[in-house]
């Protein structure tokens, strides 16, 4: 009888896990975003072969040199601020970062102004 408590008590144990594991699991990578923001028109992006690194591609639509960098949101781990970076009017720059290994997946990627 212990080992019959003892198996069930295992199995409940399993199936509490499996059924915490997807809520846990990693997040549906962000999807290319286009927005235009403070003189800034970004996409951002999650590289291909490398599902924890990711960037935003942002073209400067004023007059003035707009420096910014990435911001991105890594799951579990800690985020991750990209390289900062400057665009003269009507250039084109990205900053990107990348994620600790043990990151459950990009979450959200962002750009802040400096």
């Known amino acids: 009888?212990?080992?019959r408590?003892?198996?069930?008590s295992v199995a409940a144990a399993l199936v509490a896990l499996g059924?915490?594991?997807?809520?846990?699991?990693?997040p549906a990578p962000a999807a290319a975003v286009k927005s235009?923001?403070?003189?800034?028109d970004c996409i951002t992006w999650i590289h291909n072969n490398d599902p924890l690194t990711g960037g935003v591609?942002?073209?400067?639509?004023?007059?003035?040199?707009?420096t910014f960098h990435a911001?991105?949101?890594?799951g579990w781990a800690?985020?991750?601020?990209?390289?900062?970076?400057?665009?003269?009017?009507?250039?084109t720059q990205e900053s990107s970062g990348h994620c600790a290994f043990y990151s459950t997946g990009i979450g959200h990627i962002g750009w802040t102004v400096e």
């Open 71 to 74: 911001d991105i949101v890594c």
């Open 36 to 40: 235009v923001r403070s003189g800034l």
């Open 57 to 66: 591609d942002c073209t400067n639509n004023t007059g003035a040199a707009i």
């Open 5 to 8: 408590a003892a198996l069930l």
């Open 19 to 26: 059924t915490a594991l997807p809520a846990s699991a990693a």
């Open 78 to 91: 800690p985020d991750v601020t990209g390289n900062s970076v400057t665009a003269q009017p009507g250039q």
């Open 1 to 3: 009888m212990k080992k």
